[in-house]
């Protein structure tokens, strides 16, 4: 049908927005806490959980409160998780990671098929400076291959002790087929990669970092502009999209979500490839704060953003209000507020 046509047909608009059952009925997006991922930190050496500023709900947890909030999660619906390890001790190189793969193999020890565990893959936690890969003797960059050679071992550590999923967010060139072979090589591939492939360098990952401790600290290399993407440089993430498709990632990523929605929905038109939108620590406390205020609403608002992700063709979303997702919709449903 001709567009003008169409116009004239649908000039009243509003009869389908008249009632919460023919909303209900014409939705063409749907959103489940079944599509969504919830991020759990657990720090090495911490006595008690401790809140994380701005992130509602979310702790830095102890081994032992990791697994009752694992626990709880899996009562409210949320069976997918994306894990990130805070070691007790920073290093430079050669790093091994034991705190963080038996707290993979505690979790899958005591909920196995129960539920899907991604583990984050980077060193930002890990080095002293705060960088998310080896830095160069003079410190002014890190070093791309000995970055990928740590993930890498990294990435088959966390598989061998049980993950389901490993997730490269370092951004180095090539750590997904190196990742790949190294699973292979130890028996492993049938491990899922979900890169995060179009990460841009953000101002929205501050809360994040107070949680896994990972700000950058290096004077000569303050922040993360040579190996994150430029915000201004989509065909970078189109070109990390379909490089790491072509390396063998199973999952790509957009993240931050909410202010690079062009990315998602063109990427993911183009790349048939399951696409994970991350709705990053500054975003989800943006939304905390504002309704903090008074100024928004926060459920609806949480809602409003999840349905943005999927709409622009998300199939899953990792959000730290995962874990309340299902209490949102039922309210939704309840309150008629979406
Ligand atoms: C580590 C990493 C970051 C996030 C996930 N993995 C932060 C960064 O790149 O500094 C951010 C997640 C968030 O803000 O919620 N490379």
Known sequence: ???????????????????????????????????????????????????????????????????????????????????????????ERDFRAPFLGSQIRAIKTRFGADLFLATDVCLCSSTVHGHCGVLSESGDHVVNDATVSELSRLAGDFAEAGADCVAPSDMMDGRVAAIRGELARRGFGGALVMSYSAKFNSSFY???????????????????????????????????????????????????????????????ARIELPWAAYQVSGEYAAIEVLAREGLIARERAHLETWTALRRAGASMIITYGAREARQLLRNSAEGGLL
């Open 206 to 268: 501050g809360p994040f970092r107070v949680a896994a401790d990972s700000a950058p600290k290096e004077t000569r290399l303050q922040d993360r502009a040579t190996y994150q993407i430029d915000p201004a440089r989509p065909s970078d993430a189109h070109l990390a999209s379909l490089r790491d498709a072509r390396e063998g990632a199973d999952i790509l990523m957009v993240k931050p979500a909410m202010p690079y929605l062009d990315v998602l929905a063109a990427l993911s």
């Open 1 to 91: 049908m001709a567009d003008n046509e169409l116009v004239k047909n649908a000039s009243s608009l509003r009869r389908l927005r008249s009632s919460r059952w023919v909303r209900e009925l014409t939705r063409e997006v749907q959103l489940s806490e079944s599509q969504m991922i919830q991020p759990l930190f657990v720090v090495e050496g911490l006595r008690a959980p401790e809140s994380v500023p701005g992130l509602t709900g979310v702790h830095r947890e102890t081994p032992e409160s990791l697994l009752r909030q694992v626990e709880a999660d899996l009562e409210r619906g949320v069976r997918k998780f994306l894990l990130f390890g805070v070691p007790a001790e920073k290093g």
